[in-house]
């Protein structure tokens, strides 16, 4: 039986615009069950273990901003988690799709759910072919926001007949983690070309050019339909 797994994270909130809440993220991290990616599982585990972090599950923006259970960490070992995540996702056999929104351009909440919705539900018409080509199409989310579980549901449930919704614990899943990591990310390039980087990027990463170089263009080669350039 062909499977795929879709592991999907956000970042932000269905509020109304804020200057602390600007854009809302979504991203579907995708894995074709038959390719095996238990070796880069086990090097990150065997990184962060190194690292004096066993079992760790990690979150990357209150890692990037030194918040919560980061608050006490140098920028280096903050670097140092981040870098492991950022290669585990580079090596491994999967890809991504994200979708990032500037809530200013939407009335109210419902607006941004719809818009949600279709662009969703557009992409999976688009790569029609590609997801039909699985028995079954598993999507795993922590049911963190109950209107993403909706839009989920709304999207697929119009576009394919394959799949199934399933609740996940993000420590249970290293790819989970990884969809987190793209929200960060996708963060950090509106954040790059709004030239409205803060002092805990640059801690962080150095400079606008490094971030740009090892990480920003890094990721968009792991984007679904990369094509290089």
């Known amino acids: 039986?062909?499977?795929?797994?879709?592991?999907?994270?956000?970042?932000?909130?269905?509020g109304n615009y804020a200057k602390h809440s600007p854009f809302y993220v979504?991203?579907?991290?995708?894995?074709?069950?038959?390719k095996d990616i238990s070796g880069p599982i086990k090097r990150l585990e065997d990184n962060l273990k190194?690292?004096?972090?066993d079992n760790y599950t990690i979150h990357t923006?209150?890692?990037?901003?030194?918040?919560?259970?980061?608050?006490n960490l140098e920028p280096n070992e903050r670097r140092g988690i981040f870098i492991k995540l950022f290669y585990f996702l580079i090596h491994a056999d999967v890809s991504y799709k994200t979708f990032i929104y500037e809530k200013i351009h939407?009335?109210?909440?419902?607006?941004?759910?719809?818009?949600?919705?279709?662009?969703?539900?557009?992409?999976?018409?688009?790569?029609?072919?590609?997801?039909?080509?699985?028995?079954q199409v598993v999507v795993y989310y922590d049911n963190g926001q109950r209107e993403i579980t909706k839009i989920i549901k709304?999207?697929?449930?119009?576009?394919?007949?394959?799949?199934?919704?399933?609740?996940?614990?993000?420590?249970?899943?290293?790819l989970f983690q990884a969809a987190d990591l793209v929200c960060t990310l996708t963060l950090l390039q509106k954040r790059y070309e709004l030239?409205?980087?803060?002092?805990?990027?640059?801690l962080l990463f150095y400079s606008k050019k490094d971030l740009r170089?090892?990480?920003?263009?890094?990721?968009?080669?792991?984007e679904f339909g990369y094509v290089g350039g």
């Open 1 to 14: 039986m062909k499977k795929m797994s879709v592991f999907v994270d956000e970042s932000g909130d269905f």
């Open 26 to 34: 979504l991203t579907m991290v995708f894995h074709d069950q038959s």
């Open 50 to 53: 190194n690292l004096g972090y």
């Open 61 to 71: 923006e209150p890692l990037v901003r030194r918040e919560d259970i980061y608050e």
């Open 106 to 135: 939407y009335t109210n909440s419902d607006a941004l759910r719809s818009k949600m919705v279709a662009d969703i539900s557009s992409f999976l018409r688009e790569n029609l072919s590609y997801f039909q080509a699985y028995d």
């Open 154 to 174: 709304a999207a697929f449930l119009a576009e394919l007949n394959n799949y199934e919704i399933r609740k996940v614990r993000p420590a249970e899943y290293r």
């Open 195 to 202: 030239n409205a980087l803060t002092r805990s990027d640059m």
């Open 213 to 222: 170089k090892d990480f920003l263009k890094r990721i968009k080669e792991k």
